[in-house]
């Protein structure tokens, strides 16, 4: 079992960058498949990226690619999210989850990952 600990969220104006790092303790990191997620105020849970267990395979949400980039250390145990020309519609709680599988192909669904961390906010003001 991994426990997930995000970090990295803050408040930043739009067009603006920010970095969230995932760090996991226990289990076997580097075997595993890693994702993240964003719930806004109102708005169901949704996906916003995903990376394979050697980091060779990613996928993102249509509304992310080409502004977001998830990347993974596995020396590190750490998964990140780099989010660049952030846009107030990505104010969100940030999670990041783990799914116990070497598989390349890439949930999208929150109910196929196994373990999730706390969450960290990103607010992006216009």
């Known amino acids: 079992q991994v426990q997930l600990v995000e970090s990295g969220g803050g408040l930043v104006q739009a067009g603006g960058s920010l970095r969230l790092s995932c760090t996991a303790s226990?289990?076997?990191?580097?075997?595993?498949?890693m994702g993240w997620f964003r719930q806004a105020p109102g708005k169901e849970h949704e996906f916003v990226a995903a990376?394979?267990?050697?980091?060779?395979?990613?996928s993102y949400a249509d509304s992310v690619k080409g502004r977001f980039t998830i990347s993974r250390d596995n020396a590190k145990k750490t998964v990140y999210l780099q989010m660049n020309s952030l846009k107030p519609e990505d104010t969100a709680v940030y999670y990041c989850?783990?799914?116990?599988?070497?598989?390349?192909?890439?949930?999208?669904?929150?109910?196929?990952?196994?373990?999730w961390g706390q969450g960290t906010q990103v607010t992006v003001s216009s």
């Open positions: 989850a783990v799914k116990y599988s070497s598989s390349s192909r890439l949930p999208q669904l929150g109910s196929e990952y196994n373990d």
């Open positions: 226990g289990g076997t990191f580097r075997f595993y498949t």
């Open positions: 990376i394979n267990w050697s980091g060779g395979v990613t």
